[in-house]
């Protein structure tokens, strides 16, 4: 027999309130990564799914039906949620900002031919969040994803590109994946603006992205978030070392074009490219992860080729 609705918020467990926040911080939960986030169990599964479905019947949640990438004629959908109307509701009366959300008939309309970037996005951020129970020497302290960065700290900064034989100055906006802020035990802040490639992105958009990072770091961010330093954390999805080093050599490209470069601007940046499959906090944060541009070696692979080796790898918080 179907479960009653509920009448209005009030009548929302501690368990599906504190859902439909987590639902604010990340945007987009599967029924596994829910589990992973609140450390459950497998034999958790069916019981978390009912937990979805009568927030999904009760419109406190929307879902998205997606298709895996290559899944063939008859894929296996799995459901995606994000907010749905009664969910801002509750989310508005408790002090959150949702005036920005999506209409209903938006989410209709909303198809995801970047979907492996929008999960891959909440895999990062989970694992985020998660560090402080494998490493209590830090803490996260600030988590925004870009959705929420899209309403609350957009701004517009002026690059200057590459027209035919000339350059020229264009204004572009500014919207990182997330800002992450760390703290570790001694008083010590790790302040992350992290930018998640698309698989599909072109060599001219990724290095016009990293050119607007350049400028939001020496321009409006300091102001944003009242913070005088940062690292700009760059990742590729599936383990892709080929695609990572591409990545490490447009941002030394975005650095020439800037005219910021210096060692300081060399080290706003770490590149890595993330394991495939759920993601381990202290591999993400703590191993020699990530790489720093302009630290490479040649290594000849012919009488007059040499192609770059990057080298030093290092943790992207510092353990004291």
């Not at 509920?6 to 987590?22: C, H, M, N, Q, V």
Request: with cysteine.
């Amino acid at each position: 027999m179907r479960k009653r609705l509920l009448e209005d918020e009030s009548d929302l467990t501690p368990l599906k309130r504190g859902l439909l926040r987590d639902l604010y911080t990340f945007r987009h939960l599967d029924v596994s990564r829910f589990m992973y986030l609140r450390s459950w169990s497998p034999r958790s599964l069916s019981f978390c799914q009912g937990i979805f479905r009568e927030l999904f019947e009760d419109k406190f949640v929307y879902r998205h039906m997606v298709a895996p990438d290559n899944a063939g004629r008859r894929p296996k959908v799995f459901n995606v949620y994000c907010l749905g109307d009664q969910g801002y509701k509750y989310l508005n009366d408790c002090g959150f900002d949702v005036g920005f959300r999506k209409r209903w008939d938006q989410h209709r309309r909303h198809s995801f031919p970047d979907w492996p970037h929008e999960i891959r996005l909440s895999d990062f951020l989970i694992s985020a969040s998660q560090l402080g129970g494998f490493a209590p020497s830090f803490r996260l302290a600030t988590i925004i994803h870009e959705w929420l960065l899209r309403r609350l700290y957009q701004v517009v900064v002026t690059i200057n590109v590459q027209d035919g034989d000339k350059m020229k100055s264009i204004q572009v906006g500014v919207v990182p994946d997330a800002y992450l802020c760390f703290m570790r035990n001694d008083g010590v802040y790790f302040p992350i603006i992290f930018e998640l490639v698309r698989r599909f992105a072109s060599k001219w958009r990724i290095i016009r992205k990293l050119l607007a990072l350049i400028e939001y770091v020496y321009g409006p961010y300091c102001t944003l978030f009242d913070m005088q330093y940062v690292t700009i954390a760059i990742a590729v999805s599936d383990n892709d070392t080929l695609r990572r080093d591409l990545l490490l050599s447009y941002c030394e490209q975005a650095i020439e074009l800037s005219g910021h470069k210096s060692e300081s601007a060399i080290d706003l940046f770490r590149v890595c490219t993330l394991p495939v499959g759920v993601l381990d906090p202290r591999q993400v944060f703590l191993s020699p992860l990530w790489y720093r541009p302009f630290d490479f070696s040649e290594v000849g692979i012919s009488e007059t080729k040499a192609r770059k080796v990057y080298t030093k790898p290092m943790p992207i918080l510092e353990v004291i």
